[in-house]
T-cell receptor, first 121, second 106 residues
């Protein structure tokens, strides 16, 4: 069974940093691109970014709203995905989901349950 | 960035109704469009990909159509469990983008 479990959420002050993790199981993690998607309270979904697999040199893509502040990385040996968030703003407050990209396609099929980040003083 | 405009943003319908949601892209995206259903407090669930392909396990009352800039999601006979918010997502150009959502109330 595919499982994605996010952790690391919490309260952080504006300008601060936080690192989210996503533990993957039930599939060959190293073979898949992975996404982060977020959802501000009561709002719609916003794609945050994507990391490709080793065969694609672990290259990344980001939304303009987070580019230069957020960094996606992965550790295939630990089946783990990370999102390093720096220079956090109040508008980064959201539930953050990690999601698995279907092999050889651009779409996502499995999502984690999400972790809440609150950026507030 | 490609903008996706969903309409309507809210709809109220009855059991058995045929429901149609539209997603318009600001530029052509071929058939690289997916539809998701999200229920309160839950992660989104993939319904349709490549504009018209039903994800495994999704009931056949859901269907998708369109290409280029105009797409539709249709629920042929609305069921009680179909309440929630529906989102389209374009997968043709980075950054990937979502529509604003359509909340379906039974």
């Amino acid at each position: 069974e595919v499982q994605l479990v996010e952790s690391g959420g919490g309260l952080v002050q504006p300008g601060g940093s936080l690192r989210l993790s996503c533990a993957a199981s039930g599939f060959s993690f190293s073979d898949h691109y992975m996404d982060w998607v977020r959802q501000a309270p009561g709002k719609g979904l916003e794609w945050v970014g994507r990391i490709r697999h080793k065969a694609s040199s672990y290259t990344t893509e980001y939304a303009a709203s987070v580019k230069g502040r957020f960094t996606i990385s992965r550790d295939d040996s630990k089946n783990s995905l990370s999102l390093q968030m720096n220079s956090l703003k109040t508008e980064d407050t959201a539930v953050y989901y990690c999601a698995r990209v279907v092999q050889n396609t651009p779409r996502v099929d499995y999502w984690g349950q999400g972790t809440l980040i609150t950026v507030s003083s | 960035d490609i903008q996706l405009t969903q309409s309507p943003s809210f709809l109220s319908a009855s059991i058995g109704d045929r429901v149609t949601i539209t997603c318009r892209a600001s530029q052509g995206i071929s058939s690289f469009l997916a539809w998701y259903q999200q229920k309160p407090g839950k992660a989104p669930k993939l319904l349709i990909y490549d504009a018209s392909t039903l994800q495994s396990g999704v009931p056949s009352r859901f269907s998708g159509s369109g290409s280029g800039t105009e797409f539709t999601l249709t629920i042929s006979s609305l069921q009680p469990e179909d309440f929630g918010t529906y989102y389209c997502q374009q997968l043709n150009h980075y950054p990937l983008t979502f529509g604003g959502g359509t909340k379906v109330e039974i």
